[in-house]
């Protein structure tokens, strides 16, 4: 947005909770390849003051991106929200082929988890499987084209309006689904 008063550089980090920060960061080590840069520790909330010990580690994600965890040990024990199916809250992050897609899908397997996919998305695909801490992660590949791409960002407001409207899915970007479809043999 031009004229706006904030010019926003990127994501700074993203932030989520673990229920071991060592733990977490050797498995987005060993499973993702980030490389652990940073911890903050402390007894105080910096923000609210309020006690309240915690370690937050930094996580390199690629391209300026970083991951981020709290263990929080005074705290009850880490929960998921119950009423938010699983598949809805999740750390996306992006690679640079199919190629690379399935290999990461056939490494992470032999680490010994469940992967989910790939599904075709239309424009990317992707596979989902979970850390240490219950999060989901999920791993995409863009292949759409340009038009697809210009196509979606013409149809995104008269669909958000829609929705917003009807509470039912729009139809304006049907065709993506009908590429997924074709992918999937439905």
Partial sequence: MTGH???LGGIHHAAYRCKNAKETVEWYARVLGMEYTTAFAEDHVPS????DPYMHVFLDAGNGNVLAFFELPNQPEMGRDGNTPAWVQHLAFKVG???EL???????????????GPTHHGIFKSIYFFDPNGHRVELACDIGTDEQYAELKRV???MLDEWSKT????RHADWLHEIARKEHGH
């Fill in 97 to 99: 082929s199919e190629e």
């Fill in 5 to 7: 008063p904030i010019s």
């Fill in 48 to 51: 609210t003051g309020e006690f």
């Fill in 102 to 116: 399935l290999a990461a899908k056939e490494h992470v397997e032999a680490q010994g988890i469940d992967v989910l």
């Fill in 156 to 158: 995104a407001m008269p």
């Fill in 167 to 170: 509470k039912k899915a729009p």
